[in-house]
Protein backbone atom coordinates (compact mmCIF):
# COMPACT_ATOMS: atom_id res chain seq x y z
CA UNK A 1 0.00 0.00 0.00
CA UNK A 2 1.41 3.17 -1.20
CA UNK A 3 2.59 5.66 1.94
CA UNK A 4 0.13 8.30 1.43
CA UNK A 5 -2.83 5.82 1.72
CA UNK A 6 -1.91 4.64 4.55
CA UNK A 7 -1.00 7.83 6.04
CA UNK A 8 -4.94 9.12 5.26
CA UNK A 9 -6.53 5.93 6.68
CA UNK A 10 -4.48 6.55 9.74
CA UNK A 11 -5.48 10.22 9.89
CA UNK A 12 -9.34 9.10 9.36
CA UNK A 13 -9.13 6.56 12.17
CA UNK A 14 -7.42 9.35 14.46
CA UNK A 15 -10.15 12.09 13.55
CA UNK A 16 -12.54 9.72 15.33
CA UNK A 17 -14.42 7.92 12.43
CA UNK A 18 -16.54 5.52 14.54
CA UNK A 19 -18.01 2.89 12.70
CA UNK A 20 -17.76 1.51 8.89
CA UNK A 21 -14.16 2.43 8.39
CA UNK A 22 -13.43 1.03 5.22
CA UNK A 23 -9.76 -0.11 4.48
CA UNK A 24 -8.35 -0.19 0.51
CA UNK A 25 -9.98 -3.30 -0.86
CA UNK A 26 -6.88 -4.25 -2.48
CA UNK A 27 -5.50 -5.06 1.07
CA UNK A 28 -7.10 -8.67 0.72
CA UNK A 29 -4.99 -9.32 -2.27
CA UNK A 30 -1.67 -9.04 -0.77
CA UNK A 31 0.83 -11.52 0.47
CA UNK A 32 -1.25 -14.80 0.57
CA UNK A 33 -4.40 -12.80 -0.21
CA UNK A 34 -4.39 -13.91 -3.99
CA UNK A 35 -4.07 -17.93 -2.98
CA UNK A 36 -7.19 -17.89 -0.46
CA UNK A 37 -9.25 -16.51 -3.01
CA UNK A 38 -8.41 -19.11 -5.15
CA UNK A 39 -9.24 -21.45 -2.63
CA UNK A 40 -12.68 -19.88 -2.40
CA UNK A 41 -13.38 -20.16 -5.97
CA UNK A 42 -13.59 -23.79 -5.37
CA UNK A 43 -15.85 -23.67 -2.64
CA UNK A 44 -19.45 -25.00 -3.26
CA UNK A 45 -21.58 -22.36 -1.81
CA UNK A 46 -19.86 -19.74 -3.31
CA UNK A 47 -21.87 -19.73 -6.33
CA UNK A 48 -20.17 -16.91 -7.69
CA UNK A 49 -17.36 -19.14 -8.94
CA UNK A 50 -19.93 -21.72 -10.57
CA UNK A 51 -21.77 -19.09 -11.97
CA UNK A 52 -19.37 -17.00 -13.71
CA UNK A 53 -17.99 -19.97 -15.13
CA UNK A 54 -20.90 -20.87 -16.51
CA UNK A 55 -21.75 -17.64 -17.84
CA UNK A 56 -18.12 -17.71 -19.70
CA UNK A 57 -18.55 -20.93 -20.65
CA UNK A 58 -22.41 -19.58 -22.28
CA UNK A 59 -20.86 -16.16 -23.76
CA UNK A 60 -17.44 -16.56 -24.16
CA UNK A 61 -17.67 -16.59 -28.23
CA UNK A 62 -20.10 -13.79 -28.44
CA UNK A 63 -17.95 -11.90 -26.25
CA UNK A 64 -15.55 -11.70 -28.41
CA UNK A 65 -17.55 -11.04 -31.14
CA UNK A 66 -16.32 -7.79 -31.62
CA UNK A 67 -13.56 -4.89 -33.44
CA UNK A 68 -11.65 -5.58 -36.58
CA UNK A 69 -10.76 -9.51 -37.17
CA UNK A 70 -8.03 -8.33 -39.70
CA UNK A 71 -6.26 -6.78 -36.53
CA UNK A 72 -4.31 -8.43 -33.19
CA UNK A 73 -6.68 -8.06 -30.24
CA UNK A 74 -5.47 -7.12 -27.02
CA UNK A 75 -6.76 -8.70 -24.03
CA UNK A 76 -5.80 -6.93 -20.69
CA UNK A 77 -6.91 -8.98 -17.49
CA UNK A 78 -7.14 -6.94 -14.29
CA UNK A 79 -6.37 -8.38 -10.99
CA UNK A 80 -5.77 -11.96 -13.52
CA UNK A 81 -4.85 -14.30 -10.39
CA UNK A 82 -3.83 -17.40 -12.16
CA UNK A 83 -5.83 -16.23 -15.54
CA UNK A 84 -7.87 -19.67 -15.94
CA UNK A 85 -10.77 -17.80 -16.40
CA UNK A 86 -9.55 -15.70 -19.29
CA UNK A 87 -8.88 -18.74 -21.00
CA UNK A 88 -11.81 -19.46 -23.13
CA UNK A 89 -11.50 -15.58 -24.31
CA UNK A 90 -7.90 -16.50 -25.42
CA UNK A 91 -8.45 -19.45 -27.29
CA UNK A 92 -11.96 -17.75 -29.27
CA UNK A 93 -9.34 -13.82 -30.11
CA UNK A 94 -6.71 -16.86 -31.13
CA UNK A 95 -9.09 -18.37 -33.51
CA UNK A 96 -10.64 -14.86 -34.72
CA UNK A 97 -8.28 -12.87 -34.59
CA UNK A 98 -4.38 -11.86 -36.23
CA UNK A 99 -2.94 -12.29 -33.19
CA UNK A 100 -3.62 -11.52 -29.82
CA UNK A 101 -1.09 -10.44 -26.62
CA UNK A 102 -2.56 -11.26 -23.41
CA UNK A 103 -1.62 -8.60 -20.18
CA UNK A 104 -2.44 -9.81 -16.78
CA UNK A 105 -2.31 -7.55 -13.57
CA UNK A 106 -2.25 -8.43 -10.43
CA UNK A 107 -0.31 -7.44 -7.47
CA UNK A 108 0.73 -10.86 -6.29
CA UNK A 109 3.40 -12.22 -8.03
CA UNK A 110 3.07 -15.89 -7.08
CA UNK A 111 -0.72 -15.23 -9.05
CA UNK A 112 1.19 -13.81 -11.72
CA UNK A 113 3.95 -16.69 -11.92
CA UNK A 114 0.87 -18.76 -11.89
CA UNK A 115 -0.84 -17.29 -14.64
CA UNK A 116 2.31 -17.24 -17.02
CA UNK A 117 2.67 -20.89 -16.52
CA UNK A 118 -1.39 -21.78 -17.40
CA UNK A 119 -1.61 -19.62 -20.67
CA UNK A 120 2.15 -21.04 -21.46
CA UNK A 121 0.39 -24.72 -21.39
CA UNK A 122 -2.77 -23.72 -23.02
CA UNK A 123 -1.19 -21.66 -25.67
CA UNK A 124 2.59 -21.71 -26.08
CA UNK A 125 4.40 -19.04 -27.61
CA UNK A 126 1.65 -16.74 -26.96
CA UNK A 127 2.62 -13.15 -26.23
CA UNK A 128 2.31 -12.49 -22.18
CA UNK A 129 3.42 -8.82 -21.12
CA UNK A 130 2.77 -8.61 -17.33
CA UNK A 131 2.56 -6.40 -14.46
CA UNK A 132 2.55 -7.15 -10.73
CA UNK A 133 0.66 -3.52 -9.90
CA UNK A 134 -2.39 -2.49 -9.25
CA UNK A 135 -4.66 -1.47 -11.89
CA UNK A 136 -4.55 2.00 -11.62
CA UNK A 137 -1.59 1.99 -14.02
CA UNK A 138 -3.86 0.93 -17.10
CA UNK A 139 -5.73 3.75 -15.91
CA UNK A 140 -3.09 6.09 -17.63
CA UNK A 141 -3.28 6.61 -21.50
CA UNK A 142 0.20 6.18 -21.79
CA UNK A 143 -0.15 2.62 -21.09
CA UNK A 144 -2.80 1.56 -24.79
CA UNK A 145 -0.26 3.63 -26.60
CA UNK A 146 1.70 0.44 -27.37
CA UNK A 147 -1.66 -1.54 -28.34
CA UNK A 148 -3.40 1.58 -30.09
CA UNK A 149 -3.41 -0.24 -33.17
CA UNK A 150 -5.20 -3.31 -32.28
CA UNK A 151 -8.60 -4.19 -30.79
CA UNK A 152 -8.46 -3.90 -26.97
CA UNK A 153 -10.54 -5.50 -24.34
CA UNK A 154 -10.05 -4.96 -20.87
CA UNK A 155 -11.59 -7.60 -18.44
CA UNK A 156 -12.42 -6.94 -14.87
CA UNK A 157 -13.72 -10.40 -13.89
CA UNK A 158 -14.42 -11.99 -10.62
CA UNK A 159 -17.54 -9.19 -10.21
CA UNK A 160 -14.61 -7.25 -8.62
CA UNK A 161 -16.77 -4.25 -9.56
CA UNK A 162 -18.78 -5.17 -6.43
CA UNK A 163 -16.39 -4.08 -3.80
CA UNK A 164 -15.94 -0.54 -5.00
CA UNK A 165 -18.20 2.39 -3.69
CA UNK A 166 -20.85 3.42 -5.81
CA UNK A 167 -19.08 6.29 -7.06
CA UNK A 168 -15.80 4.77 -7.54
CA UNK A 169 -17.08 1.75 -9.66
CA UNK A 170 -19.02 4.84 -11.65
CA UNK A 171 -15.59 6.53 -11.67
CA UNK A 172 -13.67 3.63 -12.84
CA UNK A 173 -15.28 3.07 -16.09
CA UNK A 174 -16.08 6.28 -16.77
CA UNK A 175 -12.46 6.69 -16.89
CA UNK A 176 -12.43 3.81 -19.33
CA UNK A 177 -14.16 5.74 -21.66
CA UNK A 178 -12.66 8.61 -21.22
CA UNK A 179 -9.53 6.94 -22.70
CA UNK A 180 -11.27 4.54 -25.05
CA UNK A 181 -12.93 7.48 -27.03
CA UNK A 182 -9.92 8.33 -28.49
CA UNK A 183 -9.08 4.56 -29.34
CA UNK A 184 -10.55 2.85 -31.81
CA UNK A 185 -12.06 -0.54 -31.45
CA UNK A 186 -11.57 -0.84 -27.42
CA UNK A 187 -13.91 -1.70 -24.98
CA UNK A 188 -13.82 -3.01 -20.76
CA UNK A 189 -16.02 -5.94 -19.94
CA UNK A 190 -16.92 -6.21 -16.52
CA UNK A 191 -18.73 -9.32 -14.84
CA UNK A 192 -21.91 -8.28 -12.05
CA UNK A 193 -23.08 -10.46 -9.65
CA UNK A 194 -26.80 -9.66 -9.53
CA UNK A 195 -29.21 -8.45 -6.79
CA UNK A 196 -31.76 -10.61 -4.95
CA UNK A 197 -34.91 -10.95 -7.07
CA UNK A 198 -37.38 -12.88 -7.64
CA UNK A 199 -34.70 -15.36 -9.32
CA UNK A 200 -32.60 -15.16 -6.05
CA UNK A 201 -32.98 -14.87 -2.44
CA UNK A 202 -30.97 -13.14 0.12
CA UNK A 203 -30.35 -16.49 1.57
CA UNK A 204 -28.26 -17.37 -1.42
CA UNK A 205 -25.95 -14.22 -1.23
CA UNK A 206 -25.94 -14.51 2.53
CA UNK A 207 -24.94 -18.54 2.66
CA UNK A 208 -22.04 -17.66 -0.33
CA UNK A 209 -20.00 -15.32 2.03
CA UNK A 210 -20.40 -17.33 5.14
CA UNK A 211 -17.74 -20.30 4.43
CA UNK A 212 -15.30 -20.76 6.26
CA UNK A 213 -12.58 -19.74 3.48
CA UNK A 214 -14.38 -16.71 2.93
CA UNK A 215 -13.89 -15.88 7.08
CA UNK A 216 -9.85 -16.79 6.59
CA UNK A 217 -10.20 -13.78 4.09
CA UNK A 218 -11.94 -11.29 6.50
CA UNK A 219 -8.78 -11.99 9.62
CA UNK A 220 -6.36 -11.82 6.58
CA UNK A 221 -8.34 -8.67 5.68
CA UNK A 222 -7.21 -7.30 9.05
CA UNK A 223 -3.78 -8.48 9.63
CA UNK A 224 -2.86 -7.02 6.69
CA UNK A 225 -4.76 -3.36 7.63
CA UNK A 226 -2.35 -4.10 11.10
CA UNK A 227 0.76 -4.63 8.66
CA UNK A 228 0.20 -1.98 6.15
CA UNK A 229 -0.82 0.70 8.27
CA UNK A 230 1.26 -0.04 11.31
CA UNK A 231 -1.11 -0.09 14.20
CA UNK A 232 -2.53 -3.08 16.62
CA UNK A 233 -5.70 -3.93 16.55
CA UNK A 234 -6.28 -6.97 18.23
CA UNK A 235 -7.22 -10.11 16.84
CA UNK A 236 -8.57 -11.69 20.26
CA UNK A 237 -10.65 -8.94 21.13
CA UNK A 238 -13.17 -9.04 17.46
CA UNK A 239 -15.39 -11.33 16.17
CA UNK A 240 -16.81 -11.62 12.68
CA UNK A 241 -20.26 -10.49 11.03
CA UNK A 242 -21.82 -9.96 7.97
CA UNK A 243 -25.54 -9.29 6.36
CA UNK A 244 -26.90 -7.84 3.54
CA UNK A 245 -27.71 -4.56 3.02
CA UNK A 246 -31.04 -3.74 1.47
CA UNK A 247 -30.54 0.25 1.38
CA UNK A 248 -26.97 -0.24 -0.70
CA UNK A 249 -27.69 -3.73 -2.40
CA UNK A 250 -24.61 -5.18 -0.78
CA UNK A 251 -23.32 -8.21 1.28
CA UNK A 252 -21.68 -6.27 3.69
CA UNK A 253 -18.95 -7.77 6.36
CA UNK A 254 -16.91 -6.19 9.33
CA UNK A 255 -15.12 -7.13 12.17
CA UNK A 256 -17.07 -5.97 15.38
CA UNK A 257 -15.12 -5.41 18.90
CA UNK A 258 -16.22 -6.89 21.41
CA UNK A 259 -14.59 -4.51 24.14
CA UNK A 260 -12.93 -1.27 24.53
CA UNK A 261 -9.55 -1.14 23.34
CA UNK A 262 -6.72 1.29 22.72
CA UNK A 263 -4.82 0.87 19.15
CA UNK A 264 -1.53 2.52 18.85
CA UNK A 265 1.09 3.77 14.90
CA UNK A 266 3.82 0.75 16.24
CA UNK A 267 6.58 2.42 14.57
CA UNK A 268 6.56 5.60 17.33
CA UNK A 269 4.22 3.77 20.07
CA UNK A 270 1.59 6.21 19.95
CA UNK A 271 -1.50 6.30 21.05
CA UNK A 272 -4.52 6.61 17.92
CA UNK A 273 -7.46 6.44 19.44
CA UNK A 274 -9.95 4.35 22.07
CA UNK A 275 -12.05 1.93 20.45
CA UNK A 276 -15.60 1.27 22.00
CA UNK A 277 -16.93 -2.24 21.94
CA UNK A 278 -19.00 -2.52 19.12
CA UNK A 279 -16.78 -0.45 16.99
CA UNK A 280 -17.09 -1.98 13.53
CA UNK A 281 -14.21 -2.45 10.99
CA UNK A 282 -15.44 -3.38 7.70
CA UNK A 283 -13.44 -5.78 5.64
CA UNK A 284 -15.59 -5.67 2.58
CA UNK A 285 -18.72 -4.89 0.13
CA UNK A 286 -19.96 -6.61 -2.04
CA UNK A 287 -22.58 -4.71 -4.23
CA UNK A 288 -25.02 -6.39 -6.27
CA UNK A 289 -26.70 -5.27 -9.49
CA UNK A 290 -29.85 -4.96 -11.78
CA UNK A 291 -29.49 -4.91 -15.20
CA UNK A 292 -30.86 -1.46 -15.39
CA UNK A 293 -28.47 -0.85 -12.56
CA UNK A 294 -25.65 -1.61 -15.22
CA UNK A 295 -27.32 0.68 -18.08
CA UNK A 296 -27.58 3.62 -15.79
CA UNK A 297 -23.98 3.32 -15.10
CA UNK A 298 -23.31 4.63 -18.74
CA UNK A 299 -26.00 6.28 -20.15
CA UNK A 300 -24.00 7.63 -23.39
CA UNK A 301 -21.87 4.35 -23.82
CA UNK A 302 -22.60 1.36 -26.22
CA UNK A 303 -23.83 -0.99 -23.43
CA UNK A 304 -24.27 -5.14 -24.56
CA UNK A 305 -25.38 -7.24 -21.65
CA UNK A 306 -24.82 -11.22 -21.45
CA UNK A 307 -26.41 -12.76 -18.32
CA UNK A 308 -26.93 -16.37 -16.78
CA UNK A 309 -30.22 -18.15 -17.69
CA UNK A 310 -31.64 -17.93 -14.40
CA UNK A 311 -30.22 -14.40 -13.83
CA UNK A 312 -27.67 -14.82 -11.00
CA UNK A 313 -24.75 -13.07 -12.75
CA UNK A 314 -24.47 -11.08 -15.47
CA UNK A 315 -21.74 -9.32 -17.92
CA UNK A 316 -21.82 -6.11 -19.39
CA UNK A 317 -19.53 -4.94 -22.28
CA UNK A 318 -18.97 -0.96 -22.61
CA UNK A 319 -18.27 0.97 -25.45
CA UNK A 320 -17.51 4.75 -26.05
Known amino acids: MEYIEAENLRQQLADGVENLWIPSPK ?78 IDTAQSAIDLCHKNVETEFPGLPVISYTDSWEICMKSDFYNRFRD ?25 KFMDIFSSIENSRLVVIFDSAPSEHKSVEVIEDAYN ?48 EDCTISYTPKNQKLKLLRK ?22 NALTKIWMTPDYYYMCAAFQP
Request: hydrophobic share 35%.
Open 278 to 299: GTRIQTEISRKYSQEDIVMMQK
Open 150 to 174: TNITVFLLGSTIGNFSESESLAFIS
Open 211 to 258: SEAMEKIDWHMIKMINKYLEIDIPLDKLKRCSEFDHSQKALVRWMELT
Open 27 to 104: LKYYETGSELLEIILSDEKYYLARKEQELIDLHYRSIMDFGDYSCKHTIIDLGSGSGKKTLPFLKEALERFQGVYYVP
